[in-house]
């Protein structure tokens, strides 16, 4: 078992009907996904990040 | 009578002002669940250490299932009755164990709990409490595998519910312990909690919830009233034994041959904390274009409401606006008609 914390920028053209998707697609790879969530987002001058923790079985 | 089928979110471990104790938001769900008809909702909101209660409303759910329910992809199935087991983490002593069995007897003999049996894992879960996340509750188990067997082990002899009781460490962090129990800070272990019933849920698709097995702590004087629920008795067993007796079947759809007593797809609202809108459950009602009601519940999390451009939103001061919110839907009233100002509607083009 293992956390893994992710910082992902989000892309501008996303709607947010897309967001969970869009995290999936890329926190899945590594594993099977026990839980996650997104625990912070920061905004620097151009675009969002979205922090997120993952607790993945592999 | 009219419904307005709602999911009500309370991370564990985020130490929400509300919910972020010991089964101090169950008030709240019973508030939401008279004003809606029917609220699903997760262990964390109900389990008050010895102090639980049972709502015909209610729909009791393990947050892993909670999730896929939100996602469309279990439906609930009402039942009288399930059939519970137990599973003991191998770490608890036999005095603690025996207290542990007792709470079961009792649940049978005193409420009419149907506990069928229990059985020990074969290696200690072995639970780790981390602070990687400055602030948040979170960890891991050491040997999910072990875990997983002992469950299989019950679903074979019949059970349909399954309660855990794992050995946690003595020597977790003591000072946030005691800031906890002051109502100032998190519930340290709680995150952990979720992961173990969360594999549970994953690998067995089966109701279930965790209760911590402890050494008991010493008395306090200074003890917050939300965190006076775990004080009460030896284990915290009573309320996840009371949750999981009714707690509702989990039916992966599509599903043509079960009947299903409520379907994602009924679903309208979802209620959740204003600083924890980052979780599955959130998400995947915004997909879904559902009512997501944030209540001011605040938390160590600040997922709010501003980085989502999301139509259905909703921000309420507190569980009682949220009721509030919840009878107009309910009663087909727009809840426009009840603020002011009022204004004239708009030309579309």
Avoid at chain 1, 37 to 43: H, Q
Avoid at chain 2, 220 to 236: H, Q
Avoid at chain 2, 295 to 301: A, D, H, M
Wanted: with cysteine; hydrophobic share 45%; charged share 20%.
């Amino acid at each position: 078992m293992q956390s893994i914390y992710y910082e992902l920028p989000l892309p501008k053209y996303i709607n947010v009907k897309d967001l969970r998707k869009f995290i999936l697609g890329i926190i899945s790879k590594k594993g099977e996904l026990i839980r996650w969530s997104i625990y912070d987002i920061d905004t620097t001058e151009n675009e969002k990040i979205l922090k997120i923790n993952a607790l993945i079985l592999n | 009578m009219r419904t307005t089928p709602t999911i009500l979110v309370v991370p564990t471990g985020i130490g929400c002002e509300i919910g972020g104790f010991a089964g101090d938001a169950l008030p709240a769900a019973k508030l939401l669940a008279s004003a809606s008809g029917c609220l699903v909702t997760h262990p964390n909101v109900m389990n008050g250490g010895a102090l639980s209660e049972k709502d015909e409303r209610i729909f009791y759910v393990e947050g892993y299932s909670l999730d896929r329910f939100a996602k469309a992809e279990i439906g609930l199935k009402k039942v009288n009755q399930q059939k519970i087991g137990i599973i003991f983490d191998k770490n608890i002593e036999n005095n603690i164990l025996l207290r542990h069995l007792q709470v079961a007897d009792a649940c049978i003999a005193t409420l009419g709990i149907d506990v069928a049996s229990y059985v020990i894992t074969d290696e200690p879960v072995g639970i780790v409490i981390s602070n990687e996340l400055s602030g948040l509750s979170s960890g891991y188990i050491k040997n999910p595998d072990t875990l997983i067997k002992a469950g299989k082990i019950l679903i074979n002899q019949g059970i349909t519910a399954i309660a855990i009781v794992t050995r946690f460490p003595d020597e977790v962090d003591v000072e946030n312990i005691n800031l906890y129990r002051e109502g100032k800070g998190i519930d340290v272990i709680a995150g952990v909690e979720a992961v173990i019933s969360h594999i549970i849920s994953k690998y067995l698709k089966v109701p279930c919830a965790h209760a911590p097995a402890l050494a008991p702590i010493d008395l306090k004087v200074n003890l917050d009233p939300r965190a006076a629920a775990e004080e009460i008795g030896y284990t915290f067993l009573p309320s996840v034994l009371i949750g999981l007796s009714t707690a509702p079947d989990l039916i992966d759809l599509p599903n043509f041959n079960k009947k299903i007593t409520i379907h994602p797809d009924e679903i309208e609202s979802i209620v959740a904390p204003s600083g924890a809108l980052g979780g599955e459950a959130v998400l995947a009602c915004m997909e879904r274009n559902l009512n997501i009601i944030v209540v001011k519940n605040e938390g160590v999390l600040n997922v709010s409401s501003e980085w989502f451009d999301y139509q259905r939103l909703f921000k309420v001061e507190n569980y009682l606006e949220a009721a509030g919110l919840l009878t107009a839907f309910k009663e087909g009233i727009s809840y426009r008609s009840i603020q002011r100002p009022l204004n004239s509607i708009k030309n579309a083009i």
